[in-house]
C-alpha cells in the first residue's frame, strides 16, 4: 500500500511542480530567448552550413563561459568525442578505459578509432569513474614500459586514454582521476557530455583533462539541435580539430586539396545561431533546474526509502536530470511503470554497456558499484521549470 501511495504522491507533486495534467517529459528544450530572431539571421544570410559568424561566436562565447583556451564546434557530441580521441592518438587495437554507466556514445567513439573500451567502477558520490577503482586496476593490471607507454597485462595492448563521464550533470572526481592518468602515461578525456554549467572546486567540467567534449542535442541543458563542441588549453590540438572537422581540407582561394581522412564534422552556421541564443540563458536554465531540485529534495525528505541523488561535495551541478535511488530493481520497475502510464516520463540508467552484445567481451574490473545503481536509479522529470 505505501508503495502505491508514494507513486502517486510522487505524480501529484511532479504535475502540481509543471503545472499541467497533459504528458510530462524527462526533459524538454526550452527556447525564451533570442532563438526565433538569430535563426532568422541566419537564414537571411544565406551561410547556413558550416561557415558563418555564428559558428565562430558560439565558440568563442563557449571557451568565456568555461574559461577554456580554445574551442571547436562540431556536428554532435559523439564527433566531437571521436575527434578528441583521434587527437589523443588512439588508434587499432588500442584500450580506452571509461565507465559501464554512459550513454552508447561514449564506447562507440572509442570503436570508431578501432580501440576497446575497458571498462573501470563508478563512485557512489558522483556517478562517474571511481578514482580508487581505476588506481587499483592500473596498479594490478598494467606495466609501464621503457616507451613510456601504460600496457594492459592481460591483453598485452596500449591504454592510450581514458575518458571519464559527468552523469546527469555531476561533476566526477576528474582532478583525482587526472593524477592518476598522469603517473601512467595515459591522456585524459573528459565526457562532458551532460555537464555544461557544472563546476567541480571553482573549475568547469571538461578543464582538466587534455581535452573536453560537450553535448548539445535536444534534450541536454542547451541545444543546437544537434550539436557539440571540444575545448582544450592547446592551440595545436585546438588547430588540428578544426582541420579534422572540416574534411581535412588545406587553405586555398579555389582548389579543394586535402592530404589527409578527414571529417565533415562542423557545426552548421543554422544550429550555431540556435546555441548562441540558447547560451545568453544558461544561468537562468541553472537556475531554474536547480530549485527544482530544491523542490525535489524536500519531497523525498519524507520518504526515507528513497534517495534522491545528492550533489556531490565541491561542485555546482546543472542538474541536469535529477535521480533516485529505490531500493531494489522491483521498487525500481514499478516506479517505471506506474508513472510513465500515468504520463509523467521517468527512465532508468543507460543500460550498463558491458551487458551490450558489442561490448559484452571487453575486459572489464569489478563492476559491482555500477550494477548496483543501475538496479535502482530512475530519471526523473528535470526540465526547466517557469520558463516561458
Known sequence: MRESVFEQSFISMVREVFQTEEFIPLHAPRFSGREKELVLETLD?????????????????LTQYTGAGFGVATSSGTAALHTALILAQVVQNDEVITTPLTFVATCNAITYCGASPVF???????????????EGFLRECTDVGDD???????????????????????????????????????????????????WQNGIH???????????????????????????????????????L?????????WLFQHDEVGFNYRLPNLNAALG????????????????????YED???????????????????????NAILLQDR??????????????????????????LPMYRDCYRSSLSTAISIEERLVNIPSSAVGLQ
Not at 567502477?121 to 580508487?132: A, K, N
Not at 567540467?205 to 542547451?222: Q, Y
Not at 547560451?279 to 530544491?294: D, G, H, I, P
Request: aromatic share 8%; proline share 4%.
Open 45 to 61: 544570410s544565406t551561410f547556413v552550413s558550416s561557415i558563418g559568424e555564428f559558428v565562430c561566436q558560439f565558440e568563442r562565447e
Open 120 to 134: 573501470v567502477d563508478v563512485d557512489h558520490d558522483t556517478l562517474g569513474l571511481c578514482p580508487v577503482a581505476l
Open 148 to 198: 613510456g607507454l601504460c600496457r594492459n597485462r592481460l591483453s598485452g595492448k596500449i591504454i592510450r586514454a581514458c575518458v571519464p563521464v559527468h552523469n546527469l550533470g555531476h561533476p566526477a572526481k576528474v582532478e583525482k582521476i587526472s593524477l592518476i592518468c598522469s603517473q601512467y602515461n595515459i591522456a585524459l578525456i573528459e565526457d562532458a557530455a551532460e555537464s555544461l554549467g557544472s
Open 205 to 243: 567540467t571538461g578543464r582538466i583533462g587534455r581535452l573536453g567534449v560537450f553535448s548539445f542535442n535536444g534534450n541536454k541543458i542547451i541545444t543546437t539541435g544537434g550539436g557539440g563542441a571540444l575545448i582544450t588549453d592547446d592551440e595545436s590540438l585546438a588547430l588540428r580539430a578544426k582541420y
Open 245 to 253: 572537422t572540416t574534411t581535412a581540407k588545406r587553405s586555398h582561394p
Open 276 to 295: 548562441c541564443a540558447q547560451l545568453e540563458q544558461l544561468e537562468k536554465f541553472v537556475s531554474a533546474k536547480r530549485w527544482l531540485t530544491l523542490r
Open 299 to 321: 519531497f523525498f525528505s519524507h520518504w526515507p526509502e528513497v534517495s534522491l541523488f545528492a550533489e556531490p561535495s565541491g561542485a555546482r551541478s546543472n542538474c541536469w536530470l
Open 330 to 355: 522491483e521498487a525500481r520497475d514499478r516506479f517505471l511503470d506506474r508513472t510513465n502510464k500515468s504520463g509523467v516520463m521517468t527512465r532508468p540508467m543507460w543500460t550498463p554497456m558491458h551487458t
